[in-house]
């Protein structure tokens, strides 16, 4: 378990400062935000227009407001296809599916307890020697995880939405072109970090604010991660008790 505890952690960095503006191109798709644009479509603003620094906080003044939000994305890191699919909220829910080189796991936290499901696949590919071991003593249960397994930050809203609303010094904000985004107006914001590297934030141009994409198509751990669902009703339930297993436990 510790080679998963260890990529979770290392995703969940990456999405807390993708959401920054700082990290995170591909959406997996082929297509990118680029490819969607339709400038005059999305018609002109005087918020598309100010400095990209301005844009940036006011994103980050919307977003620190939410309550619930669902964040996809497919992420290049290290060598491993990283594909996830969450909604989560500042209630410590949270619900999904996270996929690590073509192997999924289902993702639950009901008040900041979390569990995963991962499927046989997903143990065979990450338990090593053990795999068969766990395998047959999980039985397709959810897996208990506590706060040190690296992956509670996936189901932290609030933690993501700290990194939103932080001001970043050390970067720099360059406002782009206006586009749409699955239907919706938002104008690009090109971040350049102090090591040279760029990712760019789409954000609605309309209010409130949210950011809408984030992607980064260059240099390491590249990627994209889509925010939808902006603060939509998120009903979780945790697991009956002969549908849960503690590793820590057998």
């Keep these: 378990m510790a080679g998963w505890a260890r990529r979770t952690a290392e995703v969940a960095a990456l999405l807390a ?13 082929g297509s990118s935000a680029g490819d969607d644009q ?3 479509s999305a018609g002109s603003s005087a918020f598309a227009e100010q400095e990209g620094a301005e844009i940036r906080d006011a994103s980050g003044e919307a977003m620190g ?28 829910d949270c619900t999904g599916t996270l996929t690590l080189d073509g192997a999924e796991a289902e993702v639950l936290s009901v008040g ?10 997903f143990w065979t590919s990450q338990a090593g020697p053990q795999a068969d071991q766990v395998i047959d003593l999980v039985a397709g249960r959810w897996v208990v995880l506590g706060e040190d397994d690296g992956f509670a ?5 609030d933690q993501l939405l ?9 970067s720099t904000y360059e406002t782009g072109e206006q586009s749409e985004v699955d239907g919706i107006a938002v104008v690009a914001v090109e971040s350049t970090d102090e090591d040279g590297e760029t990712s760019t934030g789409y954000v609605a141009v ?12 260059e240099g390491e751990d590249t990627g994209t991660v889509t925010f939808t669902e902006f ?12 549908d849960m297993v503690d590793l820590d436990s057998l």
């Design 17 to 29: 400062a993708s959401a920054a503006l700082v990290g995170c191109g591909d959406d997996g798709d």
């Design 38 to 40: 339709t400038g005059d």
């Design 65 to 92: 407001q939410l309550e619930s939000v669902r964040v996809r994305g497919d992420i290049t890191m290290g060598g491993d296809e990283i594909s996830l699919d969450l909604a989560t909220s500042t209630a410590g």
């Design 112 to 121: 900041g307890q979390a569990w995963f499901r991962p499927s046989e696949e």
């Design 153 to 157: 930050e996936f189901c932290d809203l």
């Design 162 to 170: 700290d990194e939103l609303v932080e001001s970043d010094t050390e």
């Design 206 to 217: 309309e209010e409130p604010h949210h950011l809408v994409r984030i992607e980064k198509t």
């Design 231 to 242: 603060d939509e009703p998120l009903e979780v339930e945790a697991p009956a008790d002969e």
